[in-house]
Structures are given as structure tokens and as C-alpha cells.
């Protein structure tokens, strides 16, 4: 009976205890990470605002990319922390050239010299524009990514990084979209968990913002329309493909359209 109870039946109740705790603790963590994740995917976009994104950086400069209010990209340029005359006359340039209504910071290494900069500039020269800190977490993961190689092929990495901080501030949504929920760092010890599931629930709640806010036919990307419900991968590619080659889609009876969209899915 005592090896019994020592060798067999004392390690079966600690392993159930431990695992029962596990999964209490997995619960938990996919919990706390799934509202982190919904309340950042809900935060109000700053529509129709002129932004130009900065990427800070100390060795290979600050990478500054200017956009249009949809978010299209129109420019870039870097400067150096450590001159900052000329990093100051370059922004300044940028706000009259590109008519910038709003500088966004990413909060990565170095972006406190940067944010002295771009605050001398407004004072001095702009007192019109406003400049805000925006968190970063992930903007790397996205601009090594096929997304933002489809999407700007022929820029280089860092300035992806910029347009990416730039769009997160006009419409965090969209943008954040594109960047697998794991990296964009919301969560508590998310490798321990349970990754199967914690991939699952961060999907679900990815797909219910999405379904909740809606989308815009005529701007929503790619990789914002397959979380639509109804709608897979291939089918959000054709959606972009026939808005690309018959412009702007009027009326919801145009998707019926696309190739590949049944009544079903329509519904």
C-alpha cells in the first residue's frame, strides 16, 4: 500500500493538481491577452489627419515617411539625432511640402532626442501641428513581412517601419491587422502559454473587432477583409483585384461581382 501510494497515486494527484493549475493559468493569461489586444484594435483612428510617421533610430539614423489622410505613402527622408539642425530644417521642410497636420513618434530607442527636435520645430515655426508618441511593438515584425514587401517592394525595410508607426495613428485597426497579434506584445509570458489556443482566441478576437467596427470596401486591406466574416484569403484577394481594375465598388449589390462570391457568402 505505501509504495503505492508513494510511487504511483501521490504523483497522479500532484500531476492532475499541477495540470488543473496549468490550465487555470493559461486561461487566464489568454484572457488578459485577448483584452489587451481588443482594446488597442478599438482605439479611435484619427481620420483625415496628414501624419508623418518617425521611426527612431540612432545608428542608422531617424526614418521619416510622410502620408496623405488615406494613409497613402508620399515621401521620406532621415535624419541624425546627432545633428540636429539639420534635423530640425528636414521636418520643417516635410510639414510645409507635404502640408503635415500631425508627426507621429515611434517610442523605440533614441525617440527622445527625436520628440526635442520635432517639439522646437512646432513651437518655433508651426504651433498648428500636433506631435504624439506612438507605440512601436511590432512595426519591425511587419516590415520584414510579405505584407509590406507586396505592399511597398521597392522601399526599403526602415521606411516600411515608419509608415507602418505613421498609419497605426490614422487607423490602428487596419494597420494592426497586418502584424501577428504575438508580436505586437500585449500580453503576459505568451510563450508558455498554450500556443494552439492562444493563436485561436486571438484570431476570434481579431475577427469579432473587425465585425464589429466594419470595414470600408473601397480602403480596407487585404489582410483587414479576410477577417470579414464570410470571407477567406483568396476571396479578400479578389475583392482588392476587381476594386484595382474597376475602381471604387458603389453599392453592396457590386460584390456580387467578384469572381468567386455566391449568394452564401454574400449573406
Given at each position: 500500500?505505501?509504495?503505492?501510494?508513494?510511487?504511483?497515486?501521490?504523483?497522479?494527484?500532484?500531476?492532475?493538481?499541477?495540470?488543473?493549475?496549468?490550465?487555470?493559468?493559461?486561461?487566464?493569461?489568454i484572457?488578459?491577452?485577448?483584452?489587451?489586444?481588443?482594446?488597442l484594435?478599438?482605439?479611435?483612428?484619427?481620420?483625415g489627419?496628414?501624419?508623418?510617421?518617425?521611426?527612431?533610430?540612432?545608428?542608422?539614423?531617424?526614418?521619416?515617411?510622410?502620408?496623405?489622410?488615406?494613409?497613402?505613402y508620399?515621401?521620406?527622408?532621415?535624419?541624425?539625432?546627432?545633428?540636429?539642425?539639420?534635423?530640425?530644417?528636414?521636418?520643417?521642410?516635410?510639414?510645409?511640402?507635404?502640408?503635415?497636420?500631425?508627426?507621429?513618434?515611434?517610442?523605440?530607442?533614441?525617440?527622445?532626442e527625436?520628440?526635442?527636435?520635432?517639439?522646437?520645430?512646432?513651437?518655433?515655426?508651426?504651433?498648428s501641428?500636433?506631435?504624439?508618441?506612438?507605440?512601436e511593438?511590432?512595426?519591425s515584425?511587419?516590415?520584414?513581412?510579405?505584407?509590406?514587401?507586396?505592399?511597398?517592394?521597392?522601399?526599403?525595410?526602415?521606411?516600411?517601419?515608419?509608415?507602418?508607426?505613421?498609419?497605426?495613428?490614422q487607423?490602428?485597426?487596419?494597420?494592426?491587422?497586418?502584424?501577428?497579434?504575438?508580436?505586437?506584445?500585449?500580453g503576459?509570458?505568451?510563450?508558455?502559454?498554450?500556443?494552439?489556443?492562444?493563436?485561436e482566441?486571438?484570431?476570434?478576437?481579431?475577427?469579432?473587432?473587425v465585425?464589429?467596427?466594419g470595414?470600408n470596401?473601397?480602403?480596407?486591406?487585404?489582410?483587414?477583409?479576410?477577417?470579414?466574416?464570410?470571407?477567406?484569403?483568396?476571396?479578400?484577394?479578389k475583392?482588392v483585384?476587381?476594386?484595382?481594375?474597376?475602381?471604387?465598388?458603389?453599392?453592396?449589390?457590386?460584390?456580387?461581382?467578384?469572381?468567386?462570391?455566391?449568394?452564401k457568402t454574400?449573406?
Amino acid at each position: 500500500v505505501s509504495d503505492g501510494l508513494v510511487r504511483l497515486l501521490s504523483p497522479a494527484v500532484v500531476r492532475e493538481i499541477r495540470s488543473d493549475l496549468s490550465e487555470e493559468a493559461d486561461n487566464h493569461g489568454i484572457g488578459v491577452f485577448s483584452e489587451n489586444l481588443k482594446n488597442l484594435l478599438m482605439q479611435q483612428p484619427i481620420k483625415g489627419t496628414r501624419v508623418l510617421g518617425v521611426d527612431p533610430g540612432i545608428r542608422t539614423g531617424t526614418k521619416c515617411a510622410a502620408l496623405d489622410s488615406t494613409g497613402k505613402y508620399l515621401g521620406s527622408f532621415v535624419i541624425y539625432q546627432h545633428k540636429p539642425a539639420e534635423g530640425e530644417s528636414a521636418i520643417l521642410k516635410a510639414i510645409k511640402d507635404y502640408d503635415v497636420q500631425l508627426v507621429a513618434i515611434g517610442n523605440g530607442t533614441g525617440t527622445r532626442e527625436v520628440q526635442e527636435i520635432v517639439a522646437k520645430v512646432i513651437s518655433e515655426h508651426c504651433p498648428s501641428v500636433l506631435y504624439t508618441v506612438v507605440d512601436e511593438d511590432g512595426a519591425s515584425v511587419y516590415s520584414a513581412s510579405d505584407i509590406a514587401r507586396e505592399e511597398f517592394p521597392e522601399l526599403d525595410l526602415t521606411i516600411r517601419g515608419a509608415i507602418s508607426i505613421g498609419r497605426r495613428l490614422q487607423d490602428p485597426l487596419a494597420e494592426l491587422v497586418k502584424i501577428d497579434p504575438k508580436s505586437i506584445g500585449v500580453g503576459l509570458y505568451q510563450h508558455d502559454l498554450n500556443q494552439k489556443k492562444l493563436s485561436e482566441m486571438l484570431d476570434e478576437v481579431v475577427g469579432s473587432v473587425v465585425n464589429n467596427v466594419g470595414v470600408n470596401l473601397n480602403t480596407a486591406s487585404f489582410s483587414l477583409l479576410k477577417y470579414v466574416s464570410g470571407i477567406n484569403g483568396s476571396l479578400a484577394k479578389k475583392i482588392v483585384a476587381y476594386r484595382e481594375s474597376t475602381g471604387k465598388i458603389v453599392s453592396r449589390e457590386d460584390i456580387m461581382k467578384v469572381p468567386g462570391m455566391g449568394p452564401k457568402t454574400f449573406e
